[in-house]
């Protein structure tokens, strides 16, 4: 697949939205026939333009009503400190999203845990690793908007 076009993008839009949507009911919103659609579809995922299909979980389903954002300074900025921390994240199931960045943070986590109980537990492990420079905590109060779209 070299390009998408406009049917293309409203079918990734309408599948980020509801990633349930069957064929049939793209085709009727998109404008093309259902097999057009599918085969679509499929180039689409062919392509690794779409990296999967999930369920959108109320936070109490998995006791992780507590969101935290943490931005994380190394004390180094060597490779080995670098795969370490990355080694850290990756198998801690209380960081649900990772990013390195810019600015005054090496890092920046979304974390969400059952409670302060556990945001502390999580820290303590940040905290005791020998690659962690400094950490700021941000308690999540409301969501807004979360993977695009309207919290409710």
Sequence with gaps: MTAIDEFDLKILTLLQGNGR???QDLSE???????QCSRRRMSLEQAG????YHARL????????MVAMIEVSLNSHSPQTSAAFEAFVVHDPA???AYKTTGDA???????????????ALMG???????????????VLQRLKEAGLVAG
């Design 125 to 139: 492990r940040l905290s005791g690793s020998a690659t962690i420079g400094h950490l700021k905590t941000a308690v």
């Design 21 to 23: 949507l069957s064929n």
């Design 49 to 52: 333009l779409i990296l999967g």
């Design 95 to 97: 960081i649900i999203d």
């Design 58 to 65: 109320a936070p109490q389903a998995m006791n992780t009503e």
């Design 29 to 35: 919103m998109v404008g093309l026939s259902a097999s």
């Design 106 to 120: 090496d890092y920046a986590l979304k974390v969400a845990v059952a409670g302060l109980v556990e945001l502390n």
